[in-house]
């Protein structure tokens, strides 16, 4: 991870090629951080009490006593809040790392809630 570039490269992800995803100001300020805190030099930026990269399912073990699932932190939860903050649905799909807009599109629909508002928007 470069932290000052301000991107985290996904190397292990469902595609063989690795991608690079931007962070935030915050998000570099909060990584740099905890990275200056570790005593190891493990290349990992998540690692188990072993020292050890973390597994896929050490992560979900620890996301499920707060009965969230990874996959939900990465599409519907990412996606929700960047189309909520008027991201087109393009840099949307681009950043989940989906090779189809329409992937991007399930993540993206609407709740009803913001259904509702927007009808009280157009018609108040």
Known sequence: MSV?????????????????????????????????ARTDSNPALFVSNQRSRMSARAVQHMLAVYGVHPHKLRHTTFCRELVGKGI?????????????VNTTRRYAKPTVRELEAAIEKAFS
């Open 88 to 100: 087109d649905i393009a840099t949307v799909a681009e950043l989940a790392g989906h090779a189809d």
């Open 4 to 36: 000052r570039g301000g991107s985290l490269t996904v190397r292990h992800d469902k595609g063989t090629v690795a991608r690079a995803v931007p962070l935030s100001s915050e998000a570099r300020f909060h990584l740099a951080k905890c990275l200056d």
